[in-house]
């Protein structure tokens, strides 16, 4: 299955005061441009969270995503409410996956998003070992938050800002994929923990085949 991952897109539609995020109709299709393409050579679409700005342009860039015309499961990040994301979710082309597996074809699926910036997440902790006997094959893991002590978690001048929950989660889930977003400093930064590969896909997207 080849699975086109994002993070990140920040449209706001008041705000372009951070050149990641965009301010204007115009300036979010060009954001979703590269990954509108990519979708074509996906089979599905994985979204890391925070495609807004608090929520400011959130239905918008929903609405971008349908255009892909594939699934496309999403988790919220720091900057959406879990309900708006769930109530513009239509259960078919978008699909709510805070906190939910899903297996599709011989790929299973565990997405948990919110929060970013917290060390640890007992709740997150507890989820995984509930969900990991639902895991077998094949499977992704997706959250907002990074993995403690990688690559994906280490920005210049701060080190590592990442979540010892999420770490803990990869450990137990122990799935062949794992993907975050959140540090827009780290987009397209790679590691491992044990097997599994971790990535955080950036703004524009990246097809990875599991």
């Known amino acids: 299955m080849r699975i086109l991952l994002f993070t990140d897109v920040h449209s706001s539609l008041k705000d372009d005061s951070f050149r990641y995020y965009v301010a204007s109709l115009g300036g979010l299709m060009k954001k979703f441009n590269p990954i509108l393409e990519k979708s074509r050579e996906c089979d599905i679409l994985v979204c890391c969270g925070d495609l807004s700005v608090f929520s400011s342009g959130l239905e918008h860039s929903m609405e971008m995503l349908k255009k892909a015309g594939k699934k496309v499961l999403l988790i919220p990040g720091n900057h959406e409410d879990a309900n708006d994301v769930e109530r513009l979710c239509d259960g078919k082309n978008l699909v709510f996956m805070h906190k939910e597996v899903l297996t599709i ?87 491992r923990i044990n097997n599994t590969r971790l990535i955080n896909p950036g703004d524009e997207g990246i097809i990875i085949e599991v």
């Not at 094949?138 to 929950?165: C, E, I, M, Q």
């Open 105 to 191: 074809g011989d790929v299973t699926f565990a997405g948990y998003g919110g929060d970013g910036f917290s060390e640890r997440d007992i709740e997150l902790e507890k989820w995984a070992k509930d969900v990991k006997k639902r895991i077998s094959g094949k499977s992704v893991l997706f959250t907002h938050a990074p993995p403690y002590s990688t690559k994906l978690d280490n920005l210049p001048g701060w080190g590592h800002r990442g979540s010892k929950s999420v770490r803990k989660a990869i450990e137990i889930l122990q799935p062949d994929l794992f993907a975050s977003g959140h540090f827009h400093e780290t987009f397209l930064k790679q590691d």
